[in-house]
């Protein structure tokens, strides 16, 4: 068990609608991670936040945004589904500071757009 | 950019053969490296890092050597048994950033 935690872990929605995934990160952790994973893309990082504010942004889609609330959980929230954005996403985790700090993953959430 | 390129797979072994899964790495800096793997059906989990060269990662009897001359960061296992069986993604964060690049994974199967 890493300590991150996401909810759902499997949603099935229609296209065109809009979903919230939630994460949890381990306890004392101010860094939180967004991924995603196809199987035509492989992992792709999408965005970081750092104690509430963004940090990084990688391939995410206007569609999609995030935040992280002031108890440092974070919700990604995925609008205007297409069946393309069917994925794995994880939520990831780190502790203070910057380079060499180990990210902890969880468990993913299984997203199903039909 | 950073990038990360490890062997294709799938990789078939039998149980207690040699393993190794190659990765090499393309980065600006001196980046720490990992190995993470992924059973069927669930997350990710980390298997062992080294943040400098010529460190040695290890756990669970897998190890990988940071080759700073190679840029590389290979996984070994001299024994794999069939709980073995997983995808591996071989991974780097850079100085500085702390997000991770991903190889594509290799798939591992282990029969008994």
């Known amino acids: 068990d890493s300590g991150v935690t996401q909810t759902p872990k499997h949603l099935i929605t229609a296209t065109g609608q809009r979903v919230t995934l939630r994460c949890s990160p381990r306890?004392?952790?101010?860094?939180v991670y967004w991924y995603q994973q196809s199987l035509d893309q492989g992992l792709q990082f999408l965005i970081q936040y750092y104690n509430g504010e963004e940090r990084a942004k990688g391939n995410i889609l206007e569609r999609f945004s995030a935040q992280q609330f002031p108890d440092l959980h974070s919700e990604l929230n995925l609008s205007s589904l297409e069946l393309g954005d069917s994925a794995l996403y994880f939520c990831?985790?780190?502790?203070?500071?910057?380079?060499?700090?180990?990210?902890?993953f969880g468990e993913g959430s299984w997203l199903t757009v039909v | 950019g950073d990038s990360v390129t490890q062997m294709e797979g799938p990789v078939t072994l039998s149980e207690e053969a040699f393993l190794t899964i190659n990765c090499t790495y393309t980065?600006?800096?001196?980046?720490?490296l990992f190995w993470y793997v992924q059973y069927p059906g669930e997350g990710l989990q980390l298997l062992l890092k080294a943040t400098k060269a010529d460190d040695k990662g290890s756990n669970k009897g897998f190890e990988a050597t940071y080759r700073k001359e190679t840029t590389s960061f290979h996984l070994e296992k001299g024994s794999v048994q069939v709980s073995d069986s997983a995808v591996y993604f071989c991974a780097l964060s850079d100085q500085g950033y702390s997000t991770l690049t991903f190889g594509k994974g290799t798939m591992l199967l282990v029969s008994p």
């Open positions: 306890s004392g952790d101010l860094s």
């Open positions: 980065a600006t800096g001196y980046p720490s």
């Open positions: 990831a985790s780190s502790g203070m500071g910057e380079s060499g700090n180990t990210i902890y």
